[in-house]
């Protein structure tokens, strides 16, 4: 099967950038807005080719299945997920009732479902947004019943969440916590990164099939170990 990777943040943290060194050979972009892509690889992601533009569920459902029957393909990014919802959100904004809800809720579960069900080589990276409104932070959904019956977390193995931290000389540092602090839900594998990693998703991809294809368990040991340590 395939593997599912979440990365929640807010605007701004870094989690589109992150995608700045993977290599468009190997990776399939799904641009839920339409925006440009902020980095210079950008021009090398073409619609058709490597890259589709939408913020349909159901073709992002096909697409998913489309691109898992495409070996070449490695790494499949969506960005940004939590669209989706927003986009038919506006969409029907004026419809009444529950059922659109509902509707919204079941895209989103068949696009996190599907994203561990593909090709097993396939890496599929759900890039969203973040809410921090309550006790803690998880990832942005509209109407409870993601919220309360779904915890889309959960249906991920590996969570990450995105942040920022600015130094006293004004520098920035941007990167991805990997493990809960008792605020977010971030979550990996023991042994699988330190507590915070650069935000480069080819990095992270290739730490991850280190581990899982090849068996090394502690990062420490990892031929990206050096890149990987981060010191904030």
């Known amino acids: 099967m395939s593997r599912l990777i979440l990365v929640i943040g807010k605007a701004g943290r870094g989690k589109s950038t992150a995608m700045r060194r993977m290599d468009p050979n190997s990776t399939f972009i799904i641009n839920v807005l339409g925006k440009e892509l902020p980095f210079a690889k950008a021009t ?13 569920g159901p073709t992002i459902l096909r697409e998913m299945q489309r691109i898992s029957q495409q070996p070449r ?5 969506i960005d940004d997920l939590q669209y989706v919802m927003a986009t038919e959100f506006m969409e029907k904004a004026f419809v009444k009732g529950y059922d659109k809800f509902t509707q919204m809720a079941k895209n989103i579960w068949d696009i996190l479902r599907s994203g561990s069900t593909l090709r097993s080589d396939l890496h599929v990276w759900a890039l969203t947004h973040e809410d921090d409104s309550g006790s803690e932070r ?11 019956k779904l ?3 959960g249906m991920a193995t590996i969570v990450l969440f995105a942040d920022v931290r600015v130094h006293d000389n004004g ?6 916590q ?9 979550k990996s594998p023991i042994g699988l990164f ?15 099939r280190e581990y899982y294809e090849e068996g090394v368990e502690e ?11 981060l010191q904030l």
């Open 151 to 153: 915890t889309p977390e």
């Open 194 to 208: 330190p507590p915070y990693v650069p935000n480069d998703l080819q990095l992270l991809t290739q730490r991850i």
């Open 138 to 148: 998880k990832m942005k959904t509209l109407g409870r019943l993601l919220d309360e």
């Open 178 to 186: 990997t493990q809960s602090d008792g605020v977010t839900n971030a």
């Open 73 to 77: 393909f490695k790494d499949l990014v």
């Open 219 to 229: 990062w420490e040991k990892s031929r990206y170990a050096s890149e990987l340590a």
């Open 171 to 176: 520098l920035r540092t941007y990167y991805f």
């Open 44 to 56: 090398q992601y073409l619609e058709g080719e490597n890259l589709l533009t939408t913020a349909s």
